[in-house]
């Protein structure tokens, strides 16, 4: 009897294509409407899915996307040059982003409410449960007046959330600092 070697081949995984047009970063592709649905990465807008900047770097660095511009794929380092001119905070919100998904939450934007992220509780499901906190990534550098930090606990308290301080150290970890209402 003869045996013959069997080679494994490595099965490549295909990728989920976007496209980069403008400030919007979108693709209509089944995979991405599929992640969509089991993890909750974009939004789903008229038949497309949407993704927010932090996301989709989330997704490059994960080898879940490739993303287009004219055409021509763009690497992990120059998606961040590009997202960089149209941000200039984009690495303080993607290393947050990045370091709560690793955890277990879901993320999202969170323009409408004066924040930039709201953030779920682990298990928790969008449309079917409320955030728990609004998060304001930032910087160990930057500075925040009192009436900027009051008027963060304002949003945060009208919007029935937690406050979440997220501060990026110069070694690009995240400390976190929650400020919640008490009654004395």
């Given at each position: 009897?003869?045996?013959?070697?069997?080679?494994?081949?490595?099965?490549?995984?295909?990728?989920?294509?976007?496209?980069?047009?403008?400030?919007?970063?979108?693709?209509?592709?089944?995979?991405?409407i599929d992640l969509y649905g089991k993890s909750r990465f974009?939004?789903?807008?008229?038949?497309?899915?949407?993704?927010?900047?932090?996301?989709?770097?989330?997704?490059?660095?994960?080898?879940?996307?490739?993303?287009?511009?004219?055409?021509?794929?763009?690497?992990?380092?120059?998606?961040?040059?590009?997202?960089?001119?149209?941000?200039?905070?984009?690495?303080?919100?993607?290393?947050?982003?990045?370091?709560?998904?690793?955890?277990?939450?879901?993320?999202?934007?969170?323009?409408?409410?004066?924040?930039?992220?709201?953030?779920?509780?682990?298990?928790?499901?969008?449309?079917?449960?409320?955030?728990?906190?609004?998060?304001?990534?930032v910087s160990e550098n930057s500075e925040l007046s009192w009436?900027?930090?009051?008027?963060?606990?304002?949003?945060?308290?009208?919007?029935?959330?937690n406050l979440l301080i997220a501060v990026v150290d110069s070694?690009?970890?995240?400390?976190?600092?929650?400020?919640?209402?008490?009654?004395?």
């Amino acid at each position: 009897m003869v045996k013959k070697k069997i080679k494994k081949q490595k099965v490549k995984k295909e990728k989920i294509k976007a496209k980069l047009l403008g400030e919007i970063i979108s693709t209509n592709s089944k995979k991405a409407i599929d992640l969509y649905g089991k993890s909750r990465f974009g939004e789903m807008k008229k038949g497309k899915i949407i993704y927010s900047f932090s996301e989709v770097l989330f997704l490059v660095e994960e080898k879940k996307i490739e993303v287009f511009e004219s055409g021509k794929k763009l690497s992990f380092d120059k998606l961040i040059e590009k997202l960089r001119e149209i941000d200039k905070k984009i690495m303080i919100k993607y290393l947050v982003f990045k370091d709560l998904r690793k955890k277990g939450h879901i993320i999202k934007t969170a323009l409408k409410f004066g924040a930039e992220f709201r953030v779920y509780a682990k298990g928790k499901r969008i449309g079917k449960e409320h955030a728990k906190w609004i998060l304001y990534p930032v910087s160990e550098n930057s500075e925040l007046s009192w009436q900027d930090f009051s008027g963060k606990g304002r949003i945060a308290h009208s919007t029935n959330k937690n406050l979440l301080i997220a501060v990026v150290d110069s070694e690009n970890d995240v400390t976190y600092y929650e400020v919640k209402w008490i009654r004395p």
